[in-house]
């Protein structure tokens, strides 16, 4: 490939140069030759190498070149290239310069090269330029460049399907910007819910939809969407039509900018359907906690009760998490209960505790649970609260052993499961009852010996029946 690059045609010429380089020396001459290039090659008019000057340490294979001739050198494909140079050099034509490679045991190796006349055209001089670390530049550049161009066709699949996804999803969805709810994207079925036509909605502000009456809530949402990760649907009104739709609303950064991702559902339907469902509302209204699982032990759906008895807010904060967050220790009572489920198809009033929050000792309850159908199918869940009964029964000797020798009474009366849960418990009250003989009945210093806190001490002792809350019976 010619190029102009460096060539000494078109540039301005020195205006001293008799001056400045007539009585210029062979050891001069000789470095301005070994400066101007990383290999220097002196030719005779045949283009036999007449001497070289190099560094060893950076071409190693270049050694023994006096004698040779240059396009022995050189590869095949380059071999045109010396032939041309050395014949233009021949009818002193300006030379540019040419790339070659020159075959060593290391590898090709390729060098930039221009060739002048010295000596009245005796000799010619090849001034050569290393051209390895351009080539792995652009070896890098060119890597970097398929990468490039690989991710950007992975981008554009990734892209198609999920515009397909999002165009035929049968959910109303709609992309907004947060700070004014102006509508970024929609599919067909927002497109359909909210009375718009096809396309029509981009650009639009999703609070021109609702009601004035409901947007507040649709504000509200916007702020709890932004702040938490599990903010619970809206419910607001159409400005069209007066139609009610749940809002569901969920925060997301993107190119510096705050978006929310809204998911839309009808109400008319559901509303419409309830009157025509008892059991549904009897179910929602049972003092004892309801739950409906899939076969992964996941919620499905909750009554009220349930959603209490685990102290959660909504419905939707529970919904699609496991029961083990809540109900008996992880991964043991509930595979208890499951296999009880398979062998005898129910399970009938077993003892487990359900957690809420931080609670790791949990609400003591009675369980039930069914399956419909065979693998697969869905769990029934019945929790009764049997914690608070009990405690609120005065203590006698009936409530609780208080010696070894009436637990030993219990074998073959109580499961060997309940006698350990009773000796633990009998362990823990007498535990309490002498620490606070030791202290006097000073319960922050009783406490402090158990190693317990203060507030984990009251509730133990409300729970043997040891003492009340401070306020309690007052």
């Not at 034509?93 to 290391?106: A, F």
Request: charged share 25%.
């Amino acid at each position: 490939m010619l190029t102009r690059k460096h060539s000494i045609e078109g540039k301005h010429p020195f205006g001293k140069a008799a001056e400045l380089f007539d009585a210029l020396d062979a050891d001069a001459a000789m470095k301005l030759a070994m400066v101007a290039g990383d290999v220097t090659l002196v030719l005779d008019e045949t283009g036999l190498i007449v001497d070289t000057a190099f560094d060893p340490s950076e071409f190693p294979g270049f050694e023994g070149w006096e004698g040779t001739n240059w396009i022995d050198t050189v590869t095949v494909e380059s071999r045109p290239k010396v032939m041309e140079m050395l014949a233009a050099a021949r009818r002193g034509e300006v030379q540019h310069w040419r790339q070659v490679n020159h075959s060593t045991r290391d590898g090709d190796v390729p060098i930039r090269y221009a060739v002048l006349n010295v000596n009245g055209g005796s000799h010619r001089i090849a001034i050569g330029r290393d051209l390895r670390e351009a080539s792995k530049m652009q070896q890098r550049l060119l890597q970097v460049q398929q990468s490039l161009e690989r991710d950007y066709v992975r981008m554009r699949q990734l892209d198609a399907r999920y515009r397909m996804m999002f165009e035929n999803s049968g959910e109303a969805v709609v992309i907004v910007e947060s700070a004014n709810l102006k509508i970024k994207e929609a599919n067909a079925a927002a497109h359909a819910l909210l009375g718009a036509r096809a396309g029509s909605l981009p650009g639009k502000k999703l609070s021109g939809f609702v009601d004035k009456a409901s947007r507040g809530e649709l504000q509200s949402a916007v702020g709890a969407a932004l702040v938490s990760d599990r903010a619970p649907p809206v419910t607001v009104t159409l400005a069209k039509g007066g139609a009610a739709m749940s809002a569901a609303l969920s925060g997301f950064t993107q190119d510096r900018g705050q978006f929310l991702f809204v998911r839309l559902t009808a109400l008319g339907d559901q509303a419409a359907a309830a009157p025509d469902n008892p059991a549904l509302e009897l179910i929602d209204q049972m003092p004892d906690g309801f739950v409906i699982a899939n076969s992964n032990l996941e919620v499905v759906s909750a009554n009220t009760a349930f959603i209490e008895l685990v102290q959660a807010p909504n419905l939707d904060t529970v919904r699609g998490k496991s029961l083990s967050n809540w109900i008996g220790r992880p991964g043991i009572d509930l595979d208890l209960i499951e296999g009880q489920i398979d062998q005898y198809g129910a399970a009938r009033n077993v003892s487990t505790v359900v957690r809420a929050g931080d609670d790791l000792e949990g609400e003591p309850v009675e369980l039930s649970a069914v399956r419909s159908g065979a693998q697969g199918g869905l769990f029934a869940f019945v929790l009764r609260p049997i914690g608070r009964r009990l405690r609120d029964l005065p203590p006698g000797s009936q409530d609780m052993p208080r010696s070894v020798e009436q637990l030993t009474d219990l074998v073959g009366r109580m499961p060997l499961k309940e006698i350990v849960r009773e000796s633990t418990d009998l362990i823990e009250r007498l535990c309490i009852e002498a620490a606070l003989q030791y202290t006097s009945d000073n319960r922050a210093s009783a406490a402090e010996i158990l190693g317990l806190s203060r507030q984990s001490l009251y509730s133990k002792l409300h729970r043997h029946g040891l003492g009340n809350l401070p306020g309690e019976g007052e």
